[in-house]
T-cell receptor, first 115, second 116 residues
Framework: DTEVTQTPKHLVMGMTNKKSLKCEQH?????MYWYKQKAKKPPELMFV???????INESVPSRFSPECPNSSLLNLHLHALQPEDSALYLC??????????????FGPGTRLTVT | AQKITQTQPGMFVQEKEAVTLDCTYD???????LFWYKQPSSGEMIFLIY??????QNATEGRYSLNFQKARKSANLVISASQLGDSAMYFC?????????????FGDGTTLTVKP
């Protein structure tokens, strides 16, 4: 099973709302990632979790708050977003560590619109 | 300087023909990995092929092969016998260092259109 699932598929939220994006994988991967992707642009890395610890934060504004409750789950909590935060948010996972598969498996993404 | 450069914003290929998508990279790290991903209009990124900097042979996966020229710092993707379903955006990416949970840098992508 090489599946990464993301919910919801679509999300529309106001600038004062609080919402969360959820990502799940059951491949035993120990590295999980959040990316933001604007239309026709490459994905931009936001966060990396390695063995459930935050290992990379690409200077993301604090209105985005990641959480890794366990090795299978990754959340992205959203609060007080701006319209320019509207994008496709992709979750990915990889085996992690120094040995093992290096490729990342991506979920289908959540299309976020901030009004 | 950009770490990953894809110079072809758009490419067209006739169905059943082969096509090469270009990718050049820049790094001073001796240990790195190069990846190609496919992104159809549905949005999901699909892993296609991987080449490690120490791999002696070019990677192949079915109809996909990676033409790795280390001295020229290029990692071109070759798709043989193109199919209509190959129409998508293709991204080249690089991960530096020897940890598998590090940062990957993506190129700007190439949109491939396969004509019937």
């Amino acid at each position: 099973d090489t599946e990464v699932t993301q919910t919801p598929k679509h999300l529309v939220m106001g600038m004062t709302n609080k919402k969360s994006l959820k990502c799940e994988q059951h491949m035993g991967h120990r590295a999980m990632y959040w990316y933001k992707q604007k239309a026709k642009k490459p994905p931009e890395l936001m966060f990396v979790y390695s063995y459930e610890k935050l290992s990379i934060n690409e200077s993301v504004p604090s209105r985005f708050s990641p959480e890794c409750p366990n090795s299978s789950l990754l959340n992205l909590h959203l609060h007080a977003l701006q319209p320019e935060d509207s994008a496709l948010y992709l979750c990915a996972s990889s085996q992690g560590g120094r040995i093992g598969g290096v490729e990342q498996y991506f979920g289908p993404g959540t299309r976020l619109t901030v009004t | 300087a950009q770490k990953i450069t894809q110079t072809q914003p758009g490419m067209f290929v006739q169905e059943k023909e082969a096509v090469t998508l270009d990718c050049t990279y820049d790094t001073s790290d001796p240990s790195y990995g190069l990846f190609w991903y496919k992104q159809p209009s549905s949005g999901e990124m699909i892993f296609l092929i991987y080449q490690g900097s120490y791999d002696q042979q070019n990677a192949t996966e079915g109809r996909y092969s990676l033409n790795f020229q280390k001295a020229r710092k290029s990692a071109n993707l070759v798709i043989s016998a193109s199919q209509l379903g190959d129409s998508a955006m293709y991204f080249c990416a690089m991960r530096e260092g020897n940890t598998n949970a590090g940062k990957s840098t993506f190129g700007d992508g190439t949109t491939l259109t396969v004509k019937p």
